[in-house]
């Protein structure tokens, strides 16, 4: 609603990929802004601003594919930076919201004029709803109800009120919190084993690791295809840059135990350089 094509919008990187291509699709231009273990960085996103970006998109908890939430220092250092550019539209997508383990923390300053905040109900209740909450200004609020409303991208009644009903079950409540606990236990259970390894990663919530081997990970990946793995490939969320990537986006909850040691196994061979 505030950007036409050619102009620019800050995304993180590595970037959840749907976010990346869609930015792309419509005709933006992309600015990446690093991610570390604490979220985005404060001075790249300076940086973005600077070079034009009308709007910027930040990932406040279990950020796909690191896996990082944003720190409370961290999120009133870009507060900091985006007081200086009130005009900019801030969109934060807390897709992890309804699971998440980690507090939410906004990189939204006061007084910014235009602002989103985008709770998916995709990783909780299921994609299929196609249903996400919204809270705004009133400005971005009304374009965003023009834009959505009789058109493909508006989201029957009836799957608005069954998002409605589910939330305020209680079974249904109590089956969130339990899965919450799930994959919080397990990443727990396989960030410990990764450790023992030698293995780095900064991941502390949601439902991926984001796993450094130090070798590129192109290569790395299809050495595990060949083992039985399926990983994916840390350059695919990249957004630019010609440096190989050295990282893995794991999904492990469902493995045992057991198959948590030998993932690990695998990993620390592919590691290893040849």
């Keep these: 609603t505030v950007a036409a094509t050619g102009d620019a919008v800050a995304l993180e990187d590595p970037c959840f990929v749907s976010s990346g291509n869609s930015t792309r699709l419509v005709g933006y231009r992309v600015l990446p802004v690093p991610v570390d273990a604490e979220g985005m960085d404060p001075e790249a996103l300076r940086a973005a601003l600077d070079d034009g970006a009308r709007a910027v998109v930040c990932t406040p908890r279990a950020h796909n594919p690191t896996g990082v939430s944003l720190t409370h220092a961290r999120a009133q250092a870009l507060q900091e930076v985006l007081a200086d550019y009130p005009g900019v539209l801030v969109i934060e997508d807390d897709q992890f919201a309804g699971l998440s383990q980690s507090p939410y923390e906004t990189a939204i300053p006061a007084g910014q004029t235009r602002w989103a905040l985008v709770r998916s109900m995709s990783k909780s209740l299921g994609p299929d709803l196609r249903t996400a909450l919204v809270a705004s200004d009133p400005e971005t609020a009304e374009k965003l109800s023009r834009r959505i409303n009789g058109g493909t991208t508006w989201v029957s009644h009836l799957l608005q009120r069954t998002v409605a ?11 969130l919190d339990a899965a919450a606990a799930h994959y919080a236990g397990r990443n727990e259970v396989f960030l410990a084993k990764l450790a023992d390894a030698g293995l780095a990663s900064s991941s502390v919530d949601g439902l991926n690791i984001w796993v450094d081997l130090g070798v ?59």
Excluded: C, K, Q
């Design 165 to 175: 009903a589910l939330l305020s079950d209680a079974d249904i409540r109590s089956g």
């Design 216 to 274: 590129p990970s192109d290569a790395a990946a299809a050495d595990l295809r060949g083992r039985g793995w399926i990983v994916r490939d840390g350059g695919l969320f990249r957004l630019g840059g010609t440096d190989a990537d050295t990282h893995l986006r794991l999904t492990v909850h469902e493995l045992s135990d057991a198959d948590m040691d030998r993932l690990v196994a695998d990993l620390v061979a592919v590691s290893t350089p040849r």
